[in-house]
């Protein structure tokens, strides 16, 4: 259980750092491609997520 805690908490800094990118380059009339962008975000957050419950010997 203590993992999904710890996936839950990378998804929702991943997301909310998005966001924040996402806001700001709206401001600058710059426009973010979901498409290409969505991918990215997820296999961040799956690195994430793998360095933090890999197993330390």
Known sequence: MNNFFKGAVVTVIVLTIFIIINVICNMNDIDLNSVT????IAVCAMLIYQGLTKNKK
């Open 37 to 40: 962008s969505g991918p990215v």
